[in-house]
């Protein structure tokens, strides 16, 4: 069965090795063939994006996706998640689920499960934000 995808105007998508940019039209691209990567635009990190340790893990997990060598990025994303874990360790679970999808050749679901290592991290620093906050209001009230 094939995969639909639709592009808005100037989106940008990921087939394989290639990048393709749609042109000024909304399009339909109908694409058959087994395990072949795709990632639209709004799923790509680059090294630029990729600006907190969880956006790095995703960002080594995309390169693995896309490559024709995946292993060749397996140092890099493990070195990551050692020093995630070392410095917090209740991301474990998450990081737990992305090995087993990586050891397992199933790239695009451990790109999956990355995003959710982004968005715990995300809400970690957002707790930490709030209880800053609050020292800081606490701190100018006394």
Not at 3 to 15: A, W
Not at 37 to 50: F, G, H, N, V
Not at 58 to 68: E, F, G, K, R
């Amino acid at each position: 069965m094939a995969l639909k995808v639709e592009l808005k105007p100037h989106e940008r998508v990921i087939i394989g090795s290639c990048v393709i940019t749609n042109t000024d039209q909304r399009a339909r691209l109908l694409i058959d063939g087994d395990n072949i990567p795709i990632l639209r635009e709004k799923d790509i990190l680059t090294p630029e994006t990729a600006d907190t340790p969880a956006k790095l893990v995703y960002l080594a997990v995309q390169l693995m996706y896309i490559s024709p060598d995946p292993q060749g990025q397996h140092g890099t994303y493990f070195n990551l998640v050692r020093e995630i874990v070392t410095a917090v360790p209740s991301a474990w679970t998450i990081i737990e689920e992305i090995n087993n999808f990586i050891l397992n050749g199933d790239f695009y679901r451990a790109l999956k499960e990355a995003r959710k290592l982004i968005a715990y991290e995300q809400k970690l620093k957002d707790h930490h934000e709030q209880v800053q906050a609050q020292a800081r209001a606490v701190g100018t009230a006394a």
